[in-house]
């Protein structure tokens, strides 16, 4: 498997616990707004930076589509 669809899935599980809800739930809404390619291809983004920013950036292309930066 590829580092960025490891780290996917560990985002993933950490996003859901941030959230209280499962990971196919939040897996569910990613794919439901369109973004789960969007964060795979933001992958050099996300594990470079506090996971925090990735959660903010998530948050932003549920709500609006757009990335947070």
């Given amino acids: 498997m590829s580092e960025e669809f490891l780290f996917l899935n560990y985002l993933l599980e950490c996003y ?3 959230r ?4 196919s739930k939040a897996l ?3 794919d439901e707004h369109g973004i789960t390619q969007m ?3 933001s992958y050099w983004e996300y594990h470079t930076e506090r996971i925090e ?3 903010e950036d998530i948050n ?3 709500a609006t589509g757009e990335h947070a930066w």
């Fill in 60 to 62: 932003s292309l549920l």
């Fill in 20 to 23: 209280g809800i499962t990971a």
């Fill in 16 to 18: 859901a616990t941030y």
């Fill in 53 to 55: 920013n990735a959660f």
């Fill in 39 to 41: 964060i795979y291809d």
């Fill in 28 to 30: 569910e809404e990613w």
